[in-house]
């Protein structure tokens, strides 16, 4: 079986945190950039995520979608990059990578969609309120240099990620735990190969879009 590693993925998306989580593992990749639109909902790439979104990576034959998916199993796939725990001490690590991935993301987009929660219906939601959740967020970053402790790992990917499109898009509050954490992140080396890839494709695009127009 070829164990060759495929990112299918748009420069404008949470196809970031991936291309980030890639960089920190180190493993060699080819990037398949996708367009929104009939692209994405191809038969081809359905075939990849049925839900016809970015990212996925296919690994050999295994296909994982979904950012905090892509960031375990990579941790996983690849052990020699040290980002997830040993197996007896990730109660943190799941802990709050899957906060992120629910409660988190669930809170945040609601907000920007001015989705409010009735008082009487919070229990029906996973997170309960947007600020229980802020309030949850800040005191996680806060505890410890990392927020499964005292090392990186895969979790600080994805919480990290959110943590700065929050703060840059104004759909989480600024607090200055959220601030000190990102900056324990945001110099490391893999983050910035993955900001500039990312950050060239989108001007390729948007060159690409603005010929379309002329």
């Known amino acids: 079986m070829s164990d060759e590693l495929v990112f299918y ?3 404008m998306s949470r196809g970031r945190i991936a291309r980030w989580m890639l960089e920190e593992v180190g493993a060699e990749y080819r990037t398949e950039v996708l367009q929104y639109g009939p692209e994405m909902k191809s038969e081809r790439f359905l075939a990849i995520n049925p839900m016809g979104k970015v990212p996925a990576i296919r690994h050999g034959e295994a296909v994982v979608t979904e950012s905090a998916a892509i960031c375990a199993y990579l941790a996983d796939a690849f052990p020699q990059a040290g980002l997830a725990p040993p197996p ?5 690590y799941y802990r ?7 409660p988190l993301e669930a809170a945040i987009t609601n907000r920007a969609l001015d989705l409010d929660i009735p008082p009487e ?11 229980a959740v802020v309030d949850a967020l800040e005191r996680a ?3 410890t240099e990392f927020v499964a402790g005292s090392s990186f790992s895969a979790a ?3 919480v990290g990620s959110h943590i700065v499109w929050g703060l840059a898009f104004k759909s989480l ?6 601030a000190d954490y990102w900056s324990r992140l945001e110099n490391r080396p893999a983050y910035l190969r993955a900001k500039a890839i990312d950050e060239a494709l989108a001007s390729e695009f948007n060159a690409g879009s603005a010929g379309d127009a002329a």
């Open 141 to 143: 970053v806060g505890a």
């Open 9 to 11: 993925t748009n420069p």
């Open 88 to 92: 007896g001490q990730r109660a943190a």
């Open 173 to 178: 509050k600024n607090r200055p735990a959220f």
């Open 96 to 102: 709050w990578l899957f906060f992120a991935a629910g």
């Open 121 to 131: 219906r919070e229990s029906m939601v996973g997170y309960g309120t947007y600020e």
């Open 156 to 158: 600080d990917v994805y």
